[in-house]
């Protein structure tokens, strides 16, 4: 099982950006997917998750401007960043919850990561 993230990039404030994640591999069932970000010289930090069922949650600095969505079909995890701020970047981190073939629980995965860098 393997996370792949694309579509970080650079952009200008204001701009917008739209991060992909697909999981592959040998999967029975995928549970919540999420994005984290890490800014240079910080912690890790949660943005959003979205559960099987499409329910979501954002960390109060992701309400607004971040959109999180999933293709179920796909295994595939979006992140809408839209109105970018300089403050925004950060490598992107996917991560999610996947229970192998096979196996009777589900495991955490990660993805690669991907930068986004917003000039102003």
């Known amino acids: 099982v393997q996370l792949q993230a694309s579509g970080g990039g650079s952009a200008q404030a204001g701009g917008s950006l739209r991060l992909s994640c697909a999981a592959s591999?040998?999967?029975?069932?995928?549970?919540?997917m999420a994005w984290y970000r890490q800014a240079p010289g910080e912690e890790r930090e949660l943005v959003a998750f979205?559960?099987?069922?499409?329910?979501?949650n954002y960390a109060d600095s992701a309400k607004g401007r971040f959109t999180i969505s999933r293709d179920n079909a796909k295994n595939t995890v979006y992140l809408q960043i839209d109105s970018l701020k300089p403050e925004d970047t950060a490598v992107y981190y996917c991560?999610?919850?996947?229970?192998?073939?096979?196996?009777?629980?589900?495991?955490?995965?990660w993805g690669q990561g991907t930068q986004v860098t917003v000039s102003s």
């Open positions: 991560a999610a919850d996947i229970q192998p073939l096979g196996s009777p629980h589900a495991y955490r995965y």
């Open positions: 591999g040998s999967i029975d069932r995928v549970n919540n």
């Open positions: 979205t559960t099987s069922r499409g329910m979501t």
